[in-house]
């Protein structure tokens, strides 16, 4: 069974004068163990899209299920609580806390979810050892590279334990060893843990790396390609 | 009907439902606190984000919370001054008089067997010293001048007890002389009654030496010593004149206060009308001058012998107009007064705030005035406050958007910003009282002594220019609490401002 499934979804921005269809009936389903891309030129609706099926935003139509849940059914207090323990976000500009560690970075999430000490220690050490920064717990994110950063901003999406990963461009500021180190770390996690990773990107390496390259063009889905 | 077992079941199960619930509480409030201290942890690293900014803020507060607690610890230090100098030296803290004796100071109205009042009060622990006066309005002159006065006649030593007349003696002796009718008078009088002269003589100039005045202008002053001056504006006129406005202005204080010489053993005429309303009048020889810190007291009362004013006023030996009791201290003195009214029942007995309100509002005012001081600088910093959390809210969208998206709910935000506030207004309030404190004991201590500046003008108005500067821990708390309430008032607009973010728009906003 589909851990996402997307039906007739619709976002409509009303500005003062005209009316923007960003997204325009998007169906579509996302099993577990995906590794997604959405693709797409600079407003076919894909960060739209991708809010959307993080619980960011409302949709003007349509709705996501997700496990089950359709999140039109949550207010808004309960979406907070439903990204917290089933979403793992990575953004473009990575976000991390610069006041905080890598490893207080990572564990803040769990912190929210009210994980113990030992449970938090644990898992933190794991997940920055696992993106190659066992290294740097301690570093702050102004000592870290982009690349080093945006591992880092993986490790934290992964510590809640969520059903899927949204990344929103997450190479876009990062060179092409950081880009290749960073999406073959995503990689090993999605085979090896089974983790679900859907990307909103215009980088071709992360679409050669994908195995399901989901067109948008205009606010509709295009092409659905899953590779072999 | 149910059966036994099932009874048995339902109360297990209710046992066990009881468990989970009371479980699951404390997971919640264990939840609740690691996220608390989470944000606490977060909050307080977020205030040294931008340590200059922060600092600037922390700054502000310190010395605001300093210019605040110094300003009302000085004006407090400055009144309780005035206080006390008025319970030693005026009122003392209760004082006895015939009812109708204080409409118009008639002789007539007096107390009559106050030795046995006296010794009555006497006995009363917390009492330390009654003094009974003889009090008649009088005019007294000088071969220069005349004056209205008001004549204490007293008893030496049980006038010692209970003011410190005594202790102000600037020339002269407080009665201790062998002459005839002696009288002590204050320094303003002396000058009224022309029985001052300005000389500078080598003595004062060594004494000047000592206290830190400038030698040269000691030297450029040099052509005045020995010379006599009649009145204190010819004295002026010439140190005026040798060492220019600019220096004489700030020295003339200093010089005047030593240059002063009194004219001891002159004949000063009392005139006043007596007890069967005749005219009275005796000479009094000049035996000390006093300078308290109130001019306003040292050119009205003058104090002579009760024995002698007695003699030439026609009052009774067993009748006084006044008596004064001084205590330990005010702590009970209402129910001293108490006391002192069922030994006194037919007079009017009144404690110091009863016979000077005026002074004794100024203590209430301090309280207010406290919290008016404090609510205008805390009302500034505040706007401070709001402008530099505006800030921080605007320069951390992208990361608040990012806490939001990522499951930190709308109340864990909203506590974080007001914790960060509430912390940055803290720290500076905490330097601000660390300094205040300080800075407030140690011259509360050493005392600020504002005689070289402005000495004249507040003696001239009752008030010592000397003053030590003093402060309540109940004040400290008081101001804590309102620090705590400016910044939870400051905190919430920009708080408010960072629940309204959208998290979508404010992660991927520039």
Redesign the interface.
Known sequence: MAIIQIKNLEKIYNGSAIQVHAVRGIDLNFEEGEFAAIVGPSGSGK?TFL?ML?G??RPSNGEVIINGVSLNNLSN?QL??F???NIG?V???Y?L????TAQENVE??M????ASKEERDKRVADLLSAVGLGDRLKSRPGKLSGGQQQRVAVA??LA?KPKFVLA?EPTANLDSKSTETLLDIMEVLNKEENITFIFSTHDARVVKKARRVITLVDGQVETDEVKK | MRNFKQIKLIKKISKIKSQIIEYSNK?II??TL??KK?IWS?AW??V??NKARSGVVIVAFTLGIFGGLFTVASMVGWIQRRIDLAISNELSYIQIHQPNYKDNYELKYTINNYKSIEDSINKIPEVKGVTSRLKIFAMASTAGSATGVMVNGIDIEDEKLVTKVDDFIKDGTFFETETRNPIVIGEKLAKSLKLISYKLINEDKDQLIKLDFPQNILQELDSLTNINFRTEEDFEEAVYSLIGEKKAKRYIYALKKQAIKFKLRRKIVIQFQDANGDLAYSAFKLAGVYKSDNQMFDGLNIFVNKNDLRKIAAVPENKVHEMAILLDNGESLNKIANQVKSIANNYEVETWEELSPEIASLNKMMDFYLIFFMIIILLALGFGIVNTMLMVVLERI??L??????????T?VFMMIMLETIMLCLVGTGFGMLISYSIITWTGNTGIDLSRFFGEGFEAMGYSAEFFPEISTFDFIQVTILVIITGILAAIGPARKALKL???EA??SE
């Open positions: 960060t809010n993080g960011l935003d207090r907070v609580d990204r917290l323990k976000f953004f473009q500009a976000n806390i610069p006041v905080l803040f999430i912190h929210l979810q009210g934290r999406a809640s929103d | 997971q264990k939840l690691k996220t989470m977060i690293k977020n040294w984000r992208k990361e958007g990012m806490l939001m998206a990522i499951g930190m709910n709308k864990r959208n998290p979508a992660v991927s």
